[in-house]
């Protein structure tokens, strides 16, 4: 790659680097955010994120200085670009897999704390009381009237 065209090339990547990082930071803090989830979950974003930075940066890097016998075209620089988009989006789907995984685990941390607290939660215990005759229900409020029915009908 020719020297005018390296920091162009520089540029436009950390940008689009910046742009789908922020874009993975925000969707993660909500994502990792639900309410099995624990409380730490904008720290754990932060620090996929960062992994994720760090590794698309190195490969803009890396694609920046290698391949020397690319000529200095705009079809190889738009090429070029493309090759690194490309690895971009693999490796935004390894980030958005790292946080499907941990969310995976918070959600069924969460499953077995409840069943634990539902295991110890002593059973509820209510009376249970014989409807009386001419009334449905468990709780009866008063009792029927013995004047039109039964053996005392006048």
Do not use: C
Request: neutral net charge.
């Amino acid at each position: 790659m020719p020297d005018n065209e390296l920091p162009g090339f520089l540029i436009i990547g950390l940008i689009f680097v910046v742009a789908d990082g922020q874009v993975l930071y925000r969707g993660a803090r909500r994502f990792l955010a639900a309410p099995d989830a624990r409380e730490g979950s904008g720290s754990v974003a932060w620090m996929v994120v960062t992994v994720f930075h760090l590794a698309a940066i190195g490969m803009l890097a890396l694609l920046a200085v290698v391949a020397p016998d690319w000529s200095g075209s705009t079809a190889a620089f738009v090429g070029r670009l493309g090759v690194f988009l490309l690895l971009m989006a693999v490796a935004h789907v390894l980030t958005l897999s790292v946080l499907a995984r941990r969310r995976e685990d918070d959600v069924a941390v969460g499953a077995r704390r409840r069943k634990r607290a539902d295991d110890d939660a002593e059973p509820v215990r209510e009376v249970t009381v014989t409807p009386v005759p001419g009334q449905e229900g468990r709780t009866p409020r008063v009792s029927p009237d013995l004047g039109d029915q039964g053996p005392y009908r006048a």
